[in-house]
């Protein structure tokens, strides 16, 4: 076999490589849930979760792509779900709550893109702080209640039946993706967004304007969180300080399971987003159905996510360029 030969049969590897860890995610939790994962019951629950980490994933592709670490998106979830139920409840307009969700997100993506493209400190350090800082904004916001209730509306806000709801979640998803898709593969956005996660210095000297490019970036990445808090609010109804808490981490792992670099760069792909997602899902789903406590899950979650590090970066860390 020739190198040219082999070298082929590693990218195809590696472009399936996604597609079989889902596939035997779901087999394994399949045979040691006796079942209960497929489910009826599971599976709806399953669509449900898998469309707001798919969503926020998708989007984080863009900034994690650039090479930025963002590690504050649940609470901006979190934020941007509790003032939009909150316009809510004040108004009787879901719609409103909607515009509110998307401008609150936008105001968070744009603070944390000129951040990053302006000032020199690693940004994964500020988006932590950010993070803790929102958290404790959220909790003074909410004060002695713990959780916000849409049914408390000063006019009544209709309830969506479970197939409403998942065309509604369809259709955000669908959309999302493939605008996702045209921006990252098919615009001048998605090369330089590539071209900066592989090396911003080379990027810088080639032309690329990376201030720009950073900050729509994470614009991008703010409508995907956007929507997935509207997502969240329109099916649980309600929202409270530990909404989205865990969607931090697992974008993170999602986007290692769905074959993408945490360095970014040009191996960065948007349906990463969609596959990890689904993985991700799947794996938090079969863990809690096996009966394991919280910690346990955090601890197995955290061993596959180094193995699945480990094993991708020998394929590419190497070929990175110094940064």
């Given at each position: 076999?020739?190198?040219k030969?082999?070298?082929i ?13 889902l ?20 599976l ?6 898998v ?23 649940g ?32 105001v ?24 803790s ?7 003074v ?17 209709p ?73 969240i ?25 769905g ?6 760069g ?12 689904a ?39 190497g070929?990175?360029l110094?940064?």
């Amino acid at each position: 076999m020739d190198k040219k030969t082999k070298k082929i049969d590693a990218k195809l590897i590696g472009n399936l490589a996604p597609y079989i860890g889902l596939v035997l995610v779901i087999i394994i939790f399949s045979i040691t849930t006796k079942g209960a994962l497929l489910s009826v019951t599971n599976l709806q629950s399953l669509s449900s979760q898998v469309i707001v980490t798919a969503l926020v994933t998708i989007g984080a592709v863009f900034v994690f792509g650039a090479g930025y670490f963002d590690m504050s998106l649940g609470g901006c979830i979190c934020f941007a779900a509790v003032v939009g139920g909150q316009a809510a409840i004040a108004t009787g307009n879901i719609f409103l709550a909607a515009v509110v969700i998307l401008l609150v997100a936008l105001v968070f993506g744009l603070i944390k893109g000129i951040f990053a493209a302006t000032v020199n400190v690693p940004f994964f350090i500020f988006t932590i702080v950010l993070g803790s800082v929102i958290s404790a904004v959220v909790l003074v916001m909410l004060g002695s209640e713990s959780t916000i209730y849409l049914k408390d509306a000063v006019k009544e806000i209709p309830s969506l039946s479970f197939s409403q709801m998942s065309a509604v979640n369809i259709i955000f998803l669908a959309v999302f993706f493939i605008i996702c898709v045209i921006l990252f593969n098919y615009t001048s956005l998605g090369v330089r967004i590539k071209n900066m996660g592989g090396n911003i210095i080379s990027a810088k000297q080639s032309g690329i304007d990376t201030r720009k490019t950073t900050i729509s970036a994470f614009l991008v990445s703010a409508v995907g969180v956007a929507i997935a808090a509207f997502v969240i609010l329109l099916r649980t109804r309600t929202v409270g300080g530990t909404t989205a808490s865990t969607v931090g981490n697992d974008v993170m792992v999602a986007l290692v399971l769905g074959g993408m670099p945490l360095s970014g760069g040009p191996k960065s792909k948007i349906s990463a987003g969609l596959l990890g997602a689904a993985t991700i899902t799947v794996l938090n789903s079969g863990l809690t159905i096996m009966g394991l406590s919280t910690g346990q899950i955090q601890i197995c979650r955290g061993v596959v996510f180094i193995v699945v590090v480990l094993v991708s970066s020998l394929s590419y860390r190497g070929k990175l360029l110094p940064r």
